[in-house]
């Protein structure tokens, strides 16, 4: 291995801010959902529930689901771009051991049936990239829980919120609330697992770069 490695620092500290960004919106849109949860166990006014006067609280939740949105669309693109750094990376330390093409790192959360598992095998490589040379192993406890959350997250509860939209009585908005407080609570975690996962791989692929580097050294030395 000639080639100098640098880890992306940078990226690793902007992709684990926007991930703790969108787990602190997605916390705060929860929190809204359970406000107006309690707000709607008490007495409501006669009338559908369009023109009940609680619909006023819905401003500051659409904003806030806004926000959310926003803040995901750029946590996936920062989480691509981190990933294609770290691939710079496990090339060098391990370039067979790459089974994907850099392209997947757009078209596999896009693509129906693979983003269900291309960036895992994305992650499962770069993860094996940073083992010892004869335990190279892809896959870890880890990784298999952050991408079970990542699914539920992104599966689990998606027709909450237009399910509160179509509400028509309180105990249908609540029922829908009940379900937007879930799925936000499944944001949370795949976002705090995301963020784990960033900082466990960037430390794992730094070891086997100085390492690599260390058993270098030597052998240039000799040869001059």
Do not use: C
């Given at each position: 291995?000639?080639?100098?490695?640098?880890?992306?620092?940078?990226r690793t500290r902007?992709?684990?801010?926007?991930?703790?960004?969108?787990?602190?919106v997605?916390?705060?849109?929860?929190?809204?959902?359970?406000h107006?949860?309690r707000l709607l166990?008490?007495?409501v006014?006669?009338?559908?529930?369009v023109?009940?006067?609680l619909?006023?609280?819905?401003t500051?939740?659409?904003?806030?689901?806004?926000w959310?949105?926003?803040?995901?669309?750029?946590?996936?693109?920062?989480?691509?771009?981190?990933?294609?750094?770290?691939?710079?990376v496990?090339?060098?330390?391990?370039?067979?051991?790459?089974?994907?093409?850099?392209?997947?790192?757009v078209?596999g959360w896009?693509?129906p049936?693979?983003?269900?598992?291309?960036?895992k095998?994305?992650?499962?490589?770069?993860?094996?990239a940073?083992g010892?040379e004869p335990?190279?192993r892809?896959?870890?406890?880890l990784?298999?829980?952050?991408?079970?959350?990542?699914l539920?997250?992104?599966n689990?509860?998606?027709?909450?919120?237009?399910d509160?939209?179509?509400?028509?009585?309180?105990?249908?908005?609540r029922?829908?609330?009940?379900?937007?407080m879930?799925?936000?609570?499944?944001?949370?975690c795949a976002?705090?697992?995301?963020?784990?996962?960033?900082?466990?791989?960037v430390?794992r692929l730094?070891?086997?770069?100085?390492t690599?580097?260390t058993?270098?050294?030597?052998?240039?030395?000799?040869?001059?």
């Open positions: 291995m000639s080639e100098a490695v640098r880890s992306p620092r940078g902007f992709a684990g801010a926007v991930l703790a960004a969108f787990a602190l997605s916390a705060a849109v929860g929190l809204v959902a359970w107006k949860y166990a008490g007495p006014p006669p009338g559908p529930y023109d009940n006067p619909v006023g609280a819905d500051y939740f659409r904003n806030l689901q806004g959310r949105t926003g803040l995901l669309v750029a946590a996936l693109l920062q989480f691509s771009v981190w990933l294609s750094g770290m691939r710079d496990a090339d060098v330390l391990w370039r067979q051991g790459q089974r994907r093409r850099r392209a997947w790192l078209f896009v693509v049936v693979a983003q269900l598992f291309v960036p095998m994305f992650v499962n490589d770069l993860w094996a940073g010892p335990q190279r892809r896959g870890h406890p990784l298999t829980a952050w991408w079970l959350s990542v539920f997250a992104a689990g509860y998606g027709d909450a919120v237009d509160l939209r179509k509400a028509a009585t309180a105990s249908q908005a029922h829908a609330l009940r379900q937007v879930v799925g936000e609570g499944l944001h949370v976002a705090a697992l995301s963020i784990a996962v960033v900082l466990r791989l430390r730094e070891r086997a770069t100085a690599a580097s058993e270098i050294r030597p052998t240039g030395g000799t040869g001059s």
